[in-house]
């Protein structure tokens, strides 16, 4: 299925469109009434009939597609030292009574380091 484009901008999905003047148009070109408990169906800038809902235009990929990116990421670049060193750490802190709580701020530099 072909997306469907704004008429006055190229670059926006379609998220309306009229069928009498056959005209889609995106969020930026239709202006939504809104009051509390009301519903305003928007309207054809053009000729002021009601406009039928497309969807919102974000189609999103299938899981199978992006899983290899998701699970190979913290391996790729600055995420390598991370887990080299939040391993070594994890092995070194045996157990005992501080163990959960470096564990956790472990977790955490993983977290911000690796991922973000």
Not at 35 to 58: D, I, M, N, S, V
Request: net charge neutral; aromatic share 14%; proline share 9%.
């Amino acid at each position: 299925m072909a997306k469907t484009l704004c008429d006055y901008h190229s670059a926006a999905p379609a998220t309306w469109e009229c069928e009498d003047c056959s005209k889609s148009y995106c969020g930026k070109c239709v202006v939504l009434r809104e009051e509390p408990g009301k519903y305003y169906p928007p309207r054809c800038p053009l000729c002021e009939k009601e406009l039928e809902f497309l969807g919102t235009g974000q189609h999103a990929k299938p899981f199978w597609t992006v899983a290899p990116m998701l699970f190979t990421y913290p391996f790729r670049g600055s995420g390598i030292p991370m887990l080299a060193v939040a391993g070594g750490l994890g092995y070194l802190s045996g157990t005992g009574l501080f163990t959960l709580p470096l564990l956790f701020l472990l977790l955490a530099l993983i977290i911000r380091y690796a991922f973000g």
